[in-house]
């Protein structure tokens, strides 16, 4: 289930976030990992981090994701989105112009991820 705070998204946003977390199932060191999307929007930046883990279920404090991803937003920049990924540890910068609404960033970001997990390596 995603999570929203800051941003009462729009059903289509709320319906991406969900079918990306319900259909996209992806396999690393041998395991099978789903994901998780939570967005943060404040006045300064939009944030959009997808956690990454194993279906199991939590134990009693939870555990630490597989892997993390995170995408910030700079809306009074208007000109790169920066993504963040722990697997890696580095730094990828979009450029991606401007984003009309919060809706519209949550919308691309997740695309964007959606496109890079289901890539061939």
């Known amino acids: 289930m995603s999570k929203f705070i800051g941003l009462d998204p729009k059903p289509k946003t709320a319906k991406v ?5 319900s259909k996209i ?3 690393r060191n041998n ?3 789903v994901s998780r999307v939570f967005v943060d ?3 300064d930046e939009w944030r959009l981090a997808v956690g990454f883990n194993q279906m199991a279920f939590s134990k ?3 555990r630490e994701n597989e892997f993390e991803v ?3 937003y700079n809306p009074s920049e208007e000109s790169k989105v920066i993504r963040l ?3 890696t540890g580095l730094e990828n910068d979009y450029t991606a112009g401007s984003f009309p609404s919060p809706d519209e960033f949550v919308i691309w970001a997740i695309g964007q991820e959606k496109e890079i997990q289901l ?3």
Request: aromatic share 8%.
């Open 70 to 72: 995170l995408y910030r």
């Open 60 to 62: 009693l404090h939870g």
């Open 31 to 33: 395991k099978s990992l």
């Open 17 to 21: 976030a969900d079918d990306f977390e």
């Open 41 to 43: 929007i404040m006045e």
């Open 119 to 121: 890539s061939p390596a």
């Open 85 to 87: 990924g722990t697997d």
């Open 25 to 27: 199932l992806i396999r």
